[in-house]
């Protein structure tokens, strides 16, 4: 079983930067494809990105193309999401998630093996 816990959420004036970050515990993530979603009140859960399983590949959604990055650290067995240039509408709860299927189902927010608790984001005008 993995577990996934995020930190690294908080409050940020618009055009500031947070990093994300989830750590997973009893598997490694490089068997896994790990994406973050997030979900604003009153909204859908959204894909935000995603890493393939080798870390070579990475996915976005358009909305935060140019803005966001994700990386991943093996020696960690951790996912994170640089987020710059932050705007009021980023403000939700960010989570991240794991599947054995490419981003391009992860990202559908189908095929998720493992949902982490989500970590608050609130981006103030």
């Known amino acids: 079983q993995v577990d996934l816990f995020e930190h690294g959420g908080g409050q940020v004036q618009a055009g500031g930067s947070l990093r994300l970050s989830c750590a997973a515990s009893?598997?490694?993530?490089?068997?896994?494809?790990t994406g973050w979603f997030r979900q604003a009140p009153g909204k859908e859960r959204e894909f935000v990105a995603a890493?393939?399983?080798?870390?070579?590949?990475?996915d976005y959604a358009e909305s935060v193309k140019g803005r966001f990055t994700i990386s991943r650290d093996d020696a960690k067995n951790t996912v994170f999401l640089q987020m710059n240039s932050l705007k009021p509408e980023d403000t939700a709860v960010y989570y991240c998630?794991?599947?054995?299927?490419?981003?391009?189902?992860?990202?559908?927010?189908?095929?998720?093996?493992?949902w982490g608790k989500g970590t608050l984001v609130t981006v103030s005008s």
């Open positions: 998630a794991i599947s054995v299927y490419r981003a391009q189902v992860l990202r559908t927010l189908s095929g998720i093996s493992v």
């Open positions: 890493i393939s399983q080798s870390g070579d590949s990475t």
């Open positions: 009893g598997r490694t993530l490089t068997s896994y494809t």
